[in-house]
T-cell receptor
Framework: GAGVSQSPSNKVTEKGKDVELRCDPI?????LYWYRQSLGQGLEFLIY????????KSGLPSDRFSAERTGGSVSTLTIQRTQQEDSAVYLC????????????????FGDGTRLSIL | KQEVTQIPAALSVPEGENLVLNCSFT??????LQWFRQDPGKGLTSLLL?????REQTSGRLNASLDKSSGRSTLYIAASQPGDSATYLC??????????FGSGTRLLVRP
């Protein structure tokens, strides 16, 4: 596609429910990133995929958060037993090549999923 | 731990003014520094990327500089326009390939 696509654009759910957020990166982009943007917290890194593997999961806030990527393309971020503090905008980004060769390649961001936990 | 700070947090200027946004970072071991623009309810748009070996990058009315040794970057916007109103974010790509973001500068350009 023309850009990074995220769905849904908005999600409202009750505390304790599970949610799944989807990211379609730019075709051919090997690296995929998830970030969270909270009021008062700024943008924080969650997880990075190189192909289908995730070398760095250190940003996931708790074991309720998981992510996977299949076919080197679509990625899903799953939050189990949602809590009110999970309310935020979840942003996905992709770039052409991972690692050190990535240093001259900007990350391209989607418009995000705005998640609200009631 | 890498920390990125942006000053000022908010800025309001009349149309036509030249302005400078500041970014500082604590760890000079970076691959690059990027400036992004974010409009309300939208994702981030990459404006300029400066690799660690470079000193500056220019695109149209925008110029970004990087002084890695002092941990500073500036984004210069010439002849500002109301359409430049947005939040500007600075981020550094660290040795673990993570982008570490500042908290942003909210810019309002008044007609």
């Amino acid at each position: 596609g023309a850009g990074v696509s995220q769905s849904p654009s908005n999600k409202v759910t009750e505390k304790g429910k599970d949610v799944e957020l989807r990211c379609d990166p730019i075709s051919g982009h090997t690296a995929l990133y998830w970030y969270r943007q909270s009021l008062g917290q700024g943008l924080e890194f969650l997880i990075y995929f190189q192909g289908n593997s995730a070398p760095d999961k250190s940003g996931l806030p708790s074991d309720r958060f998981s992510a996977e990527r299949t076919g080197g393309s679509v990625s899903t971020l799953t939050i189990q037993r949602t809590q009110q503090e999970d309310s935020a905008v979840y942003l996905c980004a992709s770039s052409p090549i991972p690692g050190q060769q990535n240093s001259n390649q900007p990350q391209h961001f989607g418009d995000g999923t705005r998640l609200s936990i009631l | 731990k890498q920390e990125v700070t942006q000053i000022p947090a908010a800025l309001s200027v009349p149309e036509g003014e030249n302005l400078v946004l500041n970014c500082s970072f604590t760890d000079s071991a970076i691959y690059n520094l990027q400036w992004f623009r974010q409009d309300p309810g939208k994702g981030l748009t990459s404006l300029l990327l400066i690799q660690s070996s470079q000193r500056e990058q220019t695109s149209g009315r925008l110029n970004a500089s990087l002084d890695k040794s002092s941990g500073r970057s500036t984004l210069y916007i010439a002849a500002s326009q109301p359409g430049d109103s947005a939040t500007y974010l600075c981020a550094v790509l660290n040795s673990s390939y993570k982008l570490i973001f500042g908290s942003g500068t909210r810019l309002l350009v008044r007609p």
